[in-house]
């Protein structure tokens, strides 16, 4: 039983383990899909370098019309209505016109239009970043870009600095990014824009888009563990959930298949224990079902080979008893009868003993005779290698030679089971050995033939007979109940006619063999 429970336990373990295993599967799936959504909205640098880059795009599709850098007049920095397209992808830059009221401004993202030399041509805040002025008038520029020309802040694709770096207005971050001389259409036909943009990068930039943020500036970017705390509760209590599901499913499902082992491990024991009898039910045709009918095959190939073992075991039994009678009590009966015969010639013809000495004679004589009647039935008959017919034969060749009993055989041959056989010697053996212990017959008839897919045995002497009702009224067996044993242990039928000095008929019908046998 605790093996079936260990068994049980690792298989609703199993189970609870896959359902766990699927279900952080299918949340890490769906992680993996909802967080780069979450991602999508940039961290505060990766907004500020697709702010610059936009701003840039626009001051160029307005330059490439031009020739040249657009003014204020022809472009307007920063937004006075809606944030721009893009969404949460870009930050937001107002247009602040006029200054802040208060002692304290409150920062706010920048964009500048300058000039190689660092000149302001347009201002998302004229009123700080006037136009016209250097880009670091106003003092609340990084002093890298107040005291570096533009054309010296790095590669032409852009630069900035994307970490947190003071100035006089606090900590911000900006990005400069180059407004390329777009190639203007030539007869043949306009230029893609990207191509346009990657010949213009070759030659000199007309000027550079500088966008600058706060770094304390709120700007919504990244998700925050407000955003994904959510998700992993629901994602955590799923897999709690899915724990009690995994036990029951893994309880339900192999309760089934746990039972079947349990009971195929009872009826193993019960096999070893000694009882051939034990069957399984092969409940299916998996792997189990399988074993449980190789089991049966077992269990039937044992119960065959034990009982073929009792056979022989039985018949070296009777092989060993019949030795030992010849050899010591039948050899007694001679020398007694002998002896019996010597006293009885040498006694005078008048003599008083003679008739008591006769009598022990003829008590001797019949004794024996009856002793090599028991010899007989003692005596093994092999039936392999040669059959029933050829077995009977010998057998009924023994009893006329050894007892001078004559014994007619009317054999056929008949189609039977092994067992089947065996039986049908031990019946003919018994009542041939019946015949001549009891009726002392003087002729026996033998008959084998087969009807109606049966077999049928007839053994009939012209002995003394007796009363059958009698016999069993005094439990007088005969070695009838011998016989009625073997043939109801095959589904075979046994009948005794007999009635006293007119001899005695046993008739059996046994079954033929079984199909597939």
Same mark, same amino acid.
């Given at each position: 039983m605790r093996g079936s429970w260990g068994l049980q336990a690792k298989m609703t373990a199993s189970y609870v383990l896959v359902t766990a295993a699927a279900v952080v599967l299918v949340e890490v799936v769906v992680l993996g899909i909802v967080v780069p959504g979450l991602l999508s909205r940039a961290d505060r640098a990766t907004l500020v370098e697709r702010t610059a880059d936009d701003w840039a795009n626009r001051v160029s599709a307005v330059a490439a019309g031009l020739g040249r850098l657009p003014t204020a007049d022809e472009i307007q920095l920063g937004e006075t209505g809606a944030p721009p397209p893009g969404g949460e992808d870009l930050i937001a830059i107002p247009y602040v016109p006029t200054g802040q009221a208060g002692a304290k401004p409150v920062p706010v993202p920048v964009a500048l239009l300058l000039v190689p030399d660092g000149r302001v041509v347009a201002s998302s805040y004229p009123a700080r970043y006037p136009v016209g002025g250097p880009v670091g008038a106003s003092g609340a520029v990084p002093p890298f870009v107040r005291g570096t020309p533009p054309t010296a802040w790095g590669k032409r694709g852009g630069s900035g600095n994307l970490e947190p770096i003071p100035t006089p207005a606090g900590d911000v971050l900006w990005r400069a990014v180059p407004v390329l001389d777009i190639v203007k259409p030539s007869a043949g036909g306009a230029i893609p824009l990207d191509k346009a943009?990657?010949?213009?990068?070759?030659?000199?930039?007309?000027?550079?888009?500088?966008?600058?943020? /706060?770094?304390? !500036?709120?700007?919504?970017?990244?998700? *925050?563990?407000?955003?994904?705390?959510?998700?992993?509760?629901?994602?955590?209590?799923?897999?709690?959930?899915?724990? /009690?599901?995994?036990?029951?499913?893994?309880?339900?499902?192999? $309760?089934?298949?746990?039972? &079947?082992?349990? $009971?195929?491990?009872?009826?193993?024991?019960?096999?070893?224990?000694?009882?051939?009898?034990?069957?399984?039910? %092969?409940?299916?045709?998996?792997? %189990?079902?399988?074993?449980?009918?190789?089991?049966?095959s077992m269990a039937e190939r044992l119960a065959a080979a034990m009982?073929? =073992?009792?056979?022989?075991?039985?018949?070296?039994?009777?092989? &060993?008893?019949?030795?030992?009678?010849?050899?010591?009590? *039948?050899?007694?009966?001679? *020398?007694?009868?002998?002896?019996?015969?010597?006293?009885?010639?040498?006694?005078?013809?008048?003599? /008083?003993? $003679?008739?008591?000495? =006769?009598?022990?004679? #003829?008590?001797?004589?019949?004794?024996?005779?009856?002793?090599?009647?028991?010899?007989?039935?003692? &005596?093994?008959?092999?039936?392999?290698?040669?059959?029933?017919?050829?077995?009977? =034969?010998? !057998?009924? #060749?023994?009893? *006329?030679?050894?007892?001078?009993?004559?014994?007619?055989? =009317?054999?056929?041959?008949?189609?039977?089971?092994?067992?089947?056989?065996?039986?049908?010697?031990?019946?003919? #053996?018994?009542?041939?050995?019946?015949?001549?212990?009891?009726?002392? /017959?003087? &002729?026996?008839?033998?008959?084998?033939? #087969?009807?109606?897919?049966?077999?049928?045995?007839? %053994?009939?002497?012209?002995?003394?007979?007796?009363?059958?009702?009698?016999a069993a009224a005094h439990r007088h067996g005969l070695g009838l109940g011998l016989m009625r044993e073997r043939v109801a242990e095959l589904g075979g039928t046994f009948q005794v006619e007999s009635t006293p000095g007119q001899g005695t008929s046993v008739r059996v019908l046994l079954p033929g063999p079984r199909p597939g046998g």
């Open positions: 943009k990657a010949m213009a990068a070759f030659r000199e930039p007309l000027g550079f888009v500088y966008v600058q943020v /706060p770094a304390a !500036l709120d700007l919504g970017a990244g998700p *925050s563990l407000k955003e994904l705390g959510p998700l992993l509760g629901i994602g955590l209590l799923i897999l709690i959930a899915a724990v /009690p599901v995994g036990l029951a499913f893994g309880l339900l499902s192999t $309760r089934r298949l746990v039972g &079947r082992v349990r $009971r195929l491990a009872a009826t193993t024991h019960a096999l070893a224990a000694g009882d051939y009898r034990q069957r399984v039910p %092969v409940a299916a045709g998996d792997e %189990v079902g399988q074993l449980e009918g190789s089991f049966n009982a073929t =073992e009792r056979q022989l075991a039985g018949a070296t039994e009777r092989a &060993r008893i019949a030795r030992e009678l010849h050899d010591a009590i *039948s050899q007694d009966l001679f *020398s007694l009868r002998l002896l019996a015969g010597g006293l009885r010639k040498a006694l005078p013809a008048g003599s /008083p003993l $003679r008739p008591q000495v =006769e009598t022990m004679e #003829q008590t001797a004589t019949g004794t024996m005779y009856e002793m090599q009647g028991l010899l007989l039935e003692l &005596r093994p008959v092999a039936l392999e290698g040669a059959g029933l017919v050829p077995a009977l =034969e010998e !057998l009924c #060749q023994a009893y *006329s030679e050894r007892l001078g009993v004559t014994v007619d055989a =009317e054999l056929e041959a008949v189609v039977l089971d092994p067992s089947a056989e065996h039986a049908a010697l031990r019946v003919v #053996q018994e009542a041939l050995a019946n015949a001549v212990k009891h009726a002392r /017959p003087n &002729r026996i008839l033998l008959r084998l033939d #087969q009807r109606d897919g049966q077999v049928a045995l007839t %053994v009939e002497d012209d002995g003394s007979g007796f009363d059958p009702a009698e």
